[in-house]
C-alpha cells in the first residue's frame, strides 16, 4: 500500500485466532527471543480444579493483576467474568506506553480490554508511535477493534494449528528487519 511518501510501513504485527489457538503462546515465545528492550503486556488464563476462573495480565517489567476473574464485581462482564478496569488502567495503560527503540507488546485488543477509554486511547498512542508493536487482536468486536483491523499499517496473522510454530521465528525476523530501517 502506498502512501503520500512511499510504501506504508505495517510496524504493528498482530495475531488473531480462535480462542486457545496458541496466540499468547506465540507471543511469550516472541517475547523470549527478542534482542531488542521491550514493554508491554500479556494475558494468561488462570484455572483452578481444570477450570478456567479468570484472566491474568502480566507485564514485562513484572507486575501482574486480574484483567477478569469469575469472582470479580464490576458493571463490565464478559460471559460469567468480572472485567477489573481498575487493572486494566493501572497495569496494562502504562505498560504499552511508547519508549524510545522498544518494542511494544500488547496482548490484547479484544472485548474486555476495551471497556476501558484509557485503554483504547492508549493502544492508539502505541500503534501510532515510532514503535514496533506485537500483539494478539480478537476476532470481531465494535466499530474500534474493526477500526484496528482495518488499518493501513498493521499487518494480521490467523494463529492455526499448521502455523503456530514457524510464526515466533518469522514474527522475530520481521521485528529485526523493522529496526534496521
Keep these: 500500500m502506498l502512501g503520500v511518501y512511499g510504501p506504508i510501513m505495517k510496524k504493528n504485527i498482530f495475531l488473531t485466532g480462535a480462542p486457545s489457538a496458541g496466540k499468547t503462546t506465540v507471543i511469550k515465545k516472541v517475547i ?27 507485564t514485562l517489567d513484572g507486575r501482574q493483576g486480574y484483567l477478569a476473574h469469575q469472582d470479580q464485581k464490576s458493571d463490565f462482564h464478559i460471559r460469567r467474568y468480572g472485567v477489573s478496569i481498575g ?10 506506553a511508547p519508549a524510545a527503540g522498544n ?4 496482548d490484547e485488543i479484544g472485548k474486555m480490554e476495551c471497556f476501558s477509554e484509557a485503554f483504547r486511547h492508549a493502544a492508539l498512542r502505541a500503534l501510532e508511535s ?6 494478539t487482536i480478537t476476532f470481531g468486536g465494535d466499530e474500534f477493534i474493526e477500526g ?24 522475530l525476523k520481521k521485528i529485526t528487519e523493522l529496526l534496521l530501517q
Design 87 to 96: 487493572n486494566i488502567e493501572a497495569i496494562a495503560v502504562p505498560a504499552i
Design 103 to 106: 518494542v511494544i507488546i500488547l
Design 148 to 171: 484496528i483491523r482495518n488499518r493501513a499499517d498493521i499487518e494480521i496473522h490467523e494463529v492455526t494449528m499448521e502455523n503456530r510454530d514457524l510464526l515466533p521465528a518469522m514474527i
Design 130 to 135: 515510532c514503535n514496533v508493536v506485537v500483539g
Design 32 to 58: 523470549s527471543g527478542l534482542t531488542s528492550p521491550a514493554n508491554g503486556f500479556y494475558t494468561e488464563e488462570e484455572r483452578a480444579a481444570g477450570k478456567r476462573t479468570g484472566f491474568l495480565m502480566k
